[in-house]
């Protein structure tokens, strides 16, 4: 099993439909978890942390499920300007100490059409 | 600096050519990411480092590549004897901080993109 998956999408949505985004991750001892956002050619961005059960920030609200190990992602009102793919990632704990092993999932397409 | 350096931008060489690509991290972060992106793939785990060690060097996809961090800034990662499979954008991250989940937000260089002929 993929320590991070998602489903790679494409999602093609007309503007102001609302979508939503699934992560599984299979370390049961993450404890940190993010969203973030690469356009085309570009360096990944963060978009949202997930540290506790869930976050929200405006169009955006992530959510976390330790039991079942799933994240996702809430856009509402979608804008063209959405237009990216969407990257989930876990912190894994590292057996010496600390959580500085970041593991990206193979990232959600998403098109939002006029 | 104010945020994650990469140099060069793009390089291109010759297969079996040696090429070393340099990240210059946020000041103060601790941690250290090396990853790669292949043409409309995700992003590959290459290896971290936490100050100058690097605890995981399990992506590294073979004894070709090798990355160092001197003074617990600036990383250097390195590929011998280039293959065409080599090609892709290599992307570096830095994080502030490992003793806490709440502080491992990691932000990216723009990347080097790397095509090997």
């Known amino acids: 099993r993929k320590e991070v998956e998602q489903d790679p999408g494409p999602f093609n949505v007309p503007e102001g439909a609302t979508v939503a985004f699934n992560c599984t991750y299979s370390?049961?001892?993450?404890?940190?978890f993010f969203w973030y956002r690469q356009d085309c050619r570009k360096e990944p961005k963060l978009l949202m942390s997930?540290?506790?059960s869930g976050n929200e920030d405006g169009r955006f609200t992530a959510q976390l499920n330790r039991a079942s190990q799933y994240i996702s992602l809430l856009i509402r009102d979608s804008k063209l300007s959405d237009s990216a793919t969407y990257l989930c990632v876990v912190n894994i704990p590292s057996f010496s100490g600390g959580y500085n092993k970041l593991i990206f999932g193979a990232g959600t397409r998403l098109a939002v059409h006029p | 600096g104010a945020g994650v350096s990469q140099s060069p931008s793009n390089k291109v060489t010759e297969k079996g050519k040696d090429v070393e690509l340099r990240c210059d991290p946020i000041?103060?972060?601790?941690?250290l990411y090396w990853y790669r992106q292949s043409l409309g793939q995700g992003l590959e785990f290459l290896i971290y480092?936490?100050?100058?060690?690097?605890?995981?060097k399990s992506g590294l996809p073979s004894d070709r590549f090798s990355a160092e961090r001197t003074g617990g800034s600036v990383s250097t990662l390195t590929i011998q004897r280039t293959q065409q499979e080599d090609s892709a954008v290599y992307l570096c991250?830095?994080?502030?901080?490992?003793?806490?989940?709440?502080?491992?937000?990691?932000?990216f260089g723009q990347g080097t993109r790397l095509t090997v002929v």
């Open positions: 370390n049961s001892a993450s404890q940190s």
């Open positions: 997930v540290y506790s």
């Open positions: 000041s103060g972060h601790t941690a």
């Open positions: 480092f936490q100050g100058n060690s690097a605890p995981d």
């Open positions: 991250a830095s994080s502030q901080d490992i003793s806490s989940p709440k502080n491992t937000e990691a932000f």
